[in-house]
């Protein structure tokens, strides 16, 4: 073996197997910190591609789950509407039966409560508000929900109907009354279709919150599902990360020792001339 001073190619070597066992380090030290295998697109960029996808469509899931959560929200404001002039829909029945029958007196008593509660219905339906959106108003409103991550309509899509339930809306305007035997008999009829009415507008709403609680537990196991998949392509495996960064310290150690001793072998040298 040549001995030489101006080029020591065995410390080059040692040098370039040290320089590479510190990158290693580094790497493992920046994965072990972060938590994650993909810092960089450097590290795997087409797994960076497809975990980043994952990464947006999980996003885009948590947004439709609280879409679907404030309009089951909505449905419940609704319902409370819906429930309360059920209510009074049916004390409105029972003046109308009072009145229809040939011993009841004083039935203009009767017609003041129930005039008043029709002023109650139309009170609630056109006070029945989300925010700044009309419930069940003088009209039937409809709104349209993003449930899903696309734009497929009826399928990214939910549009949910609210049927208007004042006292016009459901048939009872100012002819009905209960101040007579006829027109109590009238009424009780009216009350009668207004109360199946309701009956329908309650299902419809029970059907949308059901579908909706059924959409947002969809929504939480996909959100599970791809988080575990973003995970096993972003997240580092600690246990083997951590066996590699042990073994490549060990490298680094070894690595400055030897170079150490490379350096001194050109000192040989001295020998020959001494």
Do not use: C
Not at 115 to 130: D, F
Not at 225 to 254: C, G, H, P, Y
């Amino acid at each position: 073996m040549g001995l030489r001073i101006n080029t020591n190619v065995e410390a080059i070597n040692v040098h370039n197997n040290l320089s590479i066992t510190n990158s290693r380090v580094a790497e493992s030290l920046k994965r072990l910190s972060s938590g994650r295998r993909i810092n960089s697109a450097k590290d795997d960029a087409s797994g960076l591609a497809v975990a980043n996808n994952f990464r947006a469509k999980i996003s885009a899931m948590r947004v439709a789950s609280q879409n679907a959560a404030e309009a089951n929200s909505m449905l419940q404001v609704a319902d409370g509407a819906y429930s309360k002039i059920t209510d009074i829909l049916v004390r409105m029945r029972d003046l109308a039966t009072q009145a229809a029958s040939s011993q009841t007196e004083e039935r203009a008593k009767l017609d003041t409560e129930f005039q008043a509660l029709k002023e109650e219905i139309t009170r609630i339906g056109s006070s029945t508000k989300y925010g700044n959106m009309t419930l069940t108003g003088g009209e039937d409103t409809v709104y349209t929900f993003q449930i899903g991550t696309g734009t497929a309509e009826g399928i990214d899509t939910m549009t949910v109907s609210f049927s208007a339930v004042t006292a016009g809306a459901l048939k009872l305007g100012s002819s009905i009354a209960v101040s007579d035997m006829a027109s109590a008999s009238s009424a009780l009829t009216a009350i009668d279709s207004a109360l199946s009415s309701m009956n329908t507008y309650m299902a419809n709403i029970g059907a949308y919150q059901n579908r909706l609680q059924y959409t947002m537990e969809n929504l939480a196991i996909s959100i599970e599902n791809f988080s575990a998949s973003e995970s096993a392509i972003r997240d580092v495996d600690m246990a083997w990360e951590m066996t590699n960064f042990t073994k490549n310290q060990i490298l680094q150690q070894t690595g400055i020792a030897m170079l150490a001793q490379a350096n001194q072998a050109p000192q040989q040298i001295m020998q020959l001339i001494g």
